[in-house]
């Protein structure tokens, strides 16, 4: 009932920029923290950026000053500029949604986001 999509990824040289892009649909009565996780090969998936309902933000150390959220209603965004290569990975949103069924968080299925150097 409730999806997330992301886009944007893409392959780009280092010191590139991406536009990654997350759209929640369906059955939704509000959205309250949204965030942007990446999995790298062989690593674990880790947290790269936090945005609240009220627009707070939050920032993994490895991109503070390169990448920004951004968030509009039920759309979220990561601005990545300065893009290194350990930036590779295939970046997920994921938000905590008031649904139907409750609160509950949802993943989106990636978007994979390569540099190359």
């Known amino acids: 009932q409730v999806q997330l999509v992301e886009s944007g990824g893409g392959l780009v040289q280092a010191g590139g920029s991406l536009r990654l892009s997350c759209v929640v649909s369906?059955?939704?009565?509000?959205?309250?923290?949204m965030v942007w996780y990446r999995q790298a090969p062989g690593k674990q998936r880790e947290l790269v950026s936090t945005?609240?309902?009220?627009?707070s933000t939050n920032y993994a150390d490895s991109v503070k000053g390169r990448f920004t959220i951004s968030r509009d209603n039920a759309k979220m965004y990561l601005q990545m500029n300065s893009l290194k290569p350990e930036d590779t990975a295939v970046y997920y949103c994921?938000?905590?949604?008031?649904?139907?069924?409750?609160?509950?968080?949802?993943w989106g299925r990636g978007t994979q986001v390569t540099v190359s150097s």
């Open positions: 994921n938000a905590v949604v008031h649904g139907p069924l409750g609160i509950r968080g949802y």
């Open positions: 945005v609240s309902r009220g627009g």
């Open positions: 369906g059955s939704i009565f509000s959205i309250a923290d």
